[in-house]
């Protein structure tokens, strides 16, 4: 059974109508995102935004990271 088959029979099968309408508004929300907008994880989606910040504030942002996240606080 695919994972299409599997929702309908779900929802087919519920007689809760609030989860009805949470899935619903699931999917409008879901329909309405941007068109173009990549898939998680896409690598081609990531490469897209290449070249879209300065080096300068691309260091920044390292920089950033390396002082908030690459410290280890406490005992290990």
């Known amino acids: 059974m695919t ?7 779900e929802v ?4 809760d109508a609030q989860l ?3 899935v619903l508004e699931f999917l409008h929300q879901h329909n309405r ?4 907008r990549p898939r ?3 690598y081609e989606a ?7 910040i300065t080096e300068e504030e691309g260091q920044e942002m ?5 002082r ?3 410290n280890i606080e406490g005992e290990w």
């Open 68 to 70: 908030e996240f690459n």
């Open 20 to 22: 009805l309408h949470e």
């Open 46 to 52: 990531f490469m897209r935004y290449r070249g879209t």
């Open 3 to 9: 994972i299409r088959e599997q929702i309908i029979k």
């Open 33 to 36: 995102r941007e068109p173009d």
């Open 40 to 42: 998680r994880g896409s």
């Open 62 to 66: 390292t920089d950033i990271i390396n």
């Open 12 to 15: 087919a099968t519920t007689e």
